[in-house]
C-alpha cells in the first residue's frame, strides 16, 4: 500500500514536471522544493513550529503552482483536441465528396457503356447495310455481266445484228443503237449510285468506330479517375485513423492531467501552513494576531437546524446548536477555528447513528465529539463539535488555526451526516483563567454551563451558549 502511494507520488511528481512551465517565477525560486514533494506532503500534515509553518506555506504556494500549471497544460491539450477535431470534420466533409464522384463516376461509366452499346448495335446495323449494297452491287455486276455475254451471244448469235438490223430505216438503226447505249449507261449509273452509297455506308461505319474509340478511351479515362479518387479517399481515412488516434492520446492525457490536478489540490488542502501551538501562553499570544476565527468545516455546507428551537419539520424542541451539513458527507473535514487546547476527545461511536442513539457519554447523544477551547480578543470560548466520524479525530492537545481536528460523521442521535456546533462563551479572561475553570469545574467540557434554553447568554452570565449563527453562516 506504502510502495503504491510512493509510486503515484512519483508519476505526480514527473507528470507536474512535465507542465512545469520554465519561466513561471514561483517555481524557479522553490527549486529547493522540486522532487522533494512527497516528503514534504509528509513534513507539512505534522505539527509545525513557526519555522517550519513559514515553510509549509511556501511550499503550499509552490505545490499549488503544480496544479495550475497542470490546468494550463490541460487547456493548451484541450484546444489541441478541438483542433484534431476540426480537422477530423474537413477530412470527413473531404471523404464524403469524394464518395460521391466516386459514384458520379460509376454512373458515368454507365452511360459510356450504354453509348457504346448502342455505337456497336449501329456499327452492326451498318455493316449489314454495307454486306447487303455489296451484295446489290455484286447482283447488278453480274447481270451487267450477263446481258453482255448475252449481247455477246447476241453478237455472235446475230441477235444484236439482228436487233439492229431489224431496224425499218435508218433513223430507226440510230434509235435501237442508241437503246443499246442508254441500257449500258443506265448499268453504269446504276452501279455508280451503289458505289456512292456504299461509299457514303463506309463514312459512316468509319465515323461510328471513331465514336467507339473516343467511348473507349473516355470510359477508360473515368476508370483511371475512380482509381485516383479511391486513392484519394483511402488516404484521407488513413489520416482521420491518425488524427482520431492522436485524438485518443490527448484525451487521456487530458483524464491524466485532471485527475492529477485533483489529487494535487487534495493533498494541498492537507498542508499545515500555520504553527502548531506547544503551550496554552502560546495560544494565547498567537490568537492576538488574527482578526477572527476561521472556518470550523472545510468546503461548502448548509444550515438543516438553527439554534435554540429544533425547525417543526424536525419535531421541534430545544435545539443548542447550529446544524451545518456538509455536502461532501461523511468524511468532510472539520477545522479549528482558531489555535486551540483540545479540551476532550470521544472516539468509538459507529459514523452511523440513529434518533434516540445514547452513544456519546459523557456528553450522552452526541456520538464522537471534539471541545476544543479557545481565545479570541481577551474572551475564551469553548467550541463543541459533535455527531463526528470514527475516524480522524484529533490526538493533539493543541491544534493550530485550520487543522483538521475531526470529519464529519452521523454519530450519535442523528438523522444524517452534519455538524452539531455549540459555542460557549467562557468569560472575558485569556485562556489561561479558561483552562483552570475548565480544571475546577471537573473537566466538564461544557463548563457547567448546563444544557437548557436558561444557558442562553441573552439570559445567562457566561459560561453561557451563544448562537453559532453569529459567527457562521452558509
Ligand atoms: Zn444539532
Redesign the pocket.
Known sequence: MKRKIINILMSLVLVASFFVVEHDPIIVANEKFKGKESEYLVKCAQRLNATQAAECAEFKTYYQSLGKAILTGSSDLKKEVESLKSNIEQLLVKSEQLTKEIESLKNQQVTINNNLKVTENNIKAIQNDIADLKLKIEKRKEDIKKRMRDSQLDVNGDRKFAFVLDASDFDDLLRRISVLEQIARYDEERILLLRQDQEKLLDEERELNRQKEELISQKNEVIEKEKQIAVLKDANQVLVNQYRTKQNEIEAKIREAESNYATIMANASKINTTATPESINQISDSNKTISGFGPVMRGSWYRS?GTWYYPASFGGGV?????MAGREGVGQQLLAPANSIVLMTKSGCPDYGSLGNRCGAPISSAGNWVALMTELKGTTYVFLY??LANRGITTKDFVAKGEVIGLQGSSGSSTGP?L?LEIIKVGDFPIQQGYQMFKDRGYDPALKAGWGLQTRCEVKSPPCRLRPESFYSS
Open positions: 437546524a435545539h443548542l446548536g447550529l446544524d459533535f455527531h452534519h452539531h
